[in-house]
């Protein structure tokens, strides 16, 4: 199994930024996906998940009303759109899979299996 996640980079505060993770390995409908972000020093921490049909969302506080997370299960992707970007969202974001049934999503990290390698999102003041 292989997540590649990637569209990180370095935008100023109210950009926008467009994660993609692509899944490889699985059968990723039967999957619902979850990203989280981590800076130095501290946990990782939920931002957004997907149930595996794309039927049931969440978002942490933090992001809400300027995330979306999407999926498309014929190209094996989910996607995290960030907008109005602010420097406390920089962090590295993680993409992960946990099988689940449908409807279903996770919120904490220990109930993902696979997890991707990171892409770094750098938000400037």
């Known amino acids: 199994v292989q997540l590649q996640a990637s569209g990180g980079g370095l935008v100023q505060a109210g950009g926008s930024l467009r994660l993609s993770c692509a899944a490889s390995g699985l059968t990723f409908s039967s999957y619902a996906m979850g990203w989280f972000r981590q800076v130095p020093g501290k946990e990782r921490e939920f931002v957004a998940a997907i149930s595996r049909g794309g039927g049931s969302k969440s978002y942490a506080d933090a992001v809400k009303g300027r995330f979306t997370i999407s999926r498309d299960n014929a190209k094996n992707t989910v996607y995290l759109q960030m907008n109005s970007l602010k420097p406390e969202d920089t962090a590295v974001y993680y993409c992960?899979?946990?099988?689940?049934?449908?409807?279903?999503?996770?919120?904490?990290?220990?109930?993902?299996?696979?997890w991707g390698q990171g892409t770094q999102v750098t938000v400037s003041s």
């Open positions: 992960a899979a946990s099988q689940a049934s449908g409807g279903v999503y996770y919120i904490t990290p220990q109930k993902y299996y696979y």
